[in-house]
């Protein structure tokens, strides 16, 4: 088991955010959190890194209790990737290796700079290594923040909307390496989504949020069209392609 939730809660102020929230991932998995805007899903992921300490409630990744670690040893088990990456004048080689910053001790070691050159490789980067990321588009940024997390040798990674302001290829190829590299590598990964239909494409489990709390979690082709609609507040059906759920939101001609 990487990743275990147990009972985390989390309020801003006297507002709950986050109820009794309990699920597991195992290795080789990925889970997506999903639900509609402001339900909590990025405090979610922030409560699993400890970037926001939860009311109640723990968060274990390969047994170790999150919560009573530093940042430094947090950042060995969990490779964080946010919604925004900050564009900065470092190149992409120098950007992707901040992310041994967990590893190094007094400099840069050769194993660093093997790691960071393996990773540049995997995410197809060769050619912009040398380039600038304030010069780069949307989705080589997002290749970027991936691979930092990567170099970080994590357990978990923890992807908040890895897809967003991306255009369709580039989200298609985002997806499939995140599945392949969470198969290859043996770690488990939990990102939140908007597109449902993607998200139920390429991760294993799914986990709804509503008014704070967990509606349903399971399997992927356990998803119905009732669970979307009381979720979102949206008709839908559902039609599998190619034995991936599709959900189609009901138009008011189709119910005629």
Same mark, same amino acid.
């Given at each position: +088991?990487?990743?275990?939730? !147990?009972?985390?809660?989390?309020? =801003?102020? *006297?507002r709950?955010?986050?109820r ?9 998995e #990925?889970?997506? @959190?999903?639900? %509609?805007?402001?339900?909590?899903? &990025? ?10 300490? %939860? ?5 274990f990744?390969?047994g170790?209790?999150?919560? *009573?670690?530093?940042?430094? !040893? @947090? ?8 919604? =925004?990456?900050?564009r ?9 290796? +901040? ?5 190094? *001790?007094?400099?840069? *070691? ?19 290594a040398?380039? =600038? #990321? $304030? ?17 970080? !040798? ?7 909307e %890895? &897809? ?10 985002i ?5 392949? @590299? ?9 990102? &939140?989504?908007? $597109? ?7 991760? $294993?489990? =799914?986990?709804f949020?509503?008014?704070? +709390? ?9 998803? &119905? ?12 059906? #559902? ?13 008011? $001609?189709?119910?005629?």
């Amino acid at each position: +088991m990487i990743l275990e939730v !147990e009972s985390v809660s989390f309020s =801003y102020s *006297s507002r709950l955010v986050l109820r009794d929230i309990r699920f597991k991932v195992e290795r080789g998995e #990925i889970l997506v @959190i999903l639900g %509609p805007n402001g339900v909590g899903k &990025t405090t979610l992921l922030k409560c699993m890194n400890a970037i926001l300490h %939860p009311d109640t409630g723990t968060v274990f990744v390969d047994g170790q209790s999150v919560l *009573s670690l530093d940042s430094s !040893e @947090i950042a060995r088990l969990i490779g964080y990737v946010a919604q =925004y990456t900050e564009r900065s004048r470092l190149t992409v080689f120098d950007a992707i290796l +901040m992310g041994r910053h967990p590893h190094v *001790s007094w400099k840069v *070691s050769k194993k660093d700079l093997t790691t960071v050159d393996a990773a540049v490789k995997l995410l197809g980067l060769d050619h912009l290594a040398l380039r =600038y #990321i $304030d010069q780069m588009s949307g989705g080589e940024l997002q290749k970027v923040a991936i691979a930092r997390a990567l170099v970080q !040798e994590p357990r978990l990674l923890l992807l908040d909307e %890895p &897809t967003s302001n991306l255009d369709l290829k580039n989200q298609v190829e985002i997806l499939n390496l995140l599945r392949r @590299i969470v198969r290859e590598h043996g770690v488990s990964a939990v990102m &939140t989504m908007h $597109d449902l239909n993607k998200a139920l494409r390429y991760a $294993d489990k =799914y986990l709804f949020l509503k008014e704070g +709390m967990i509606f349903s979690a399971g399997k992927v082709g356990e998803v &119905t069209a009732e669970m979307v609609q009381a979720v979102y507040g949206l008709p839908v059906k #559902i039609h599998s392609y190619n034995g991936n759920p599709v959900v189609i939101p009901v138009e008011e $001609d189709d119910k005629m």
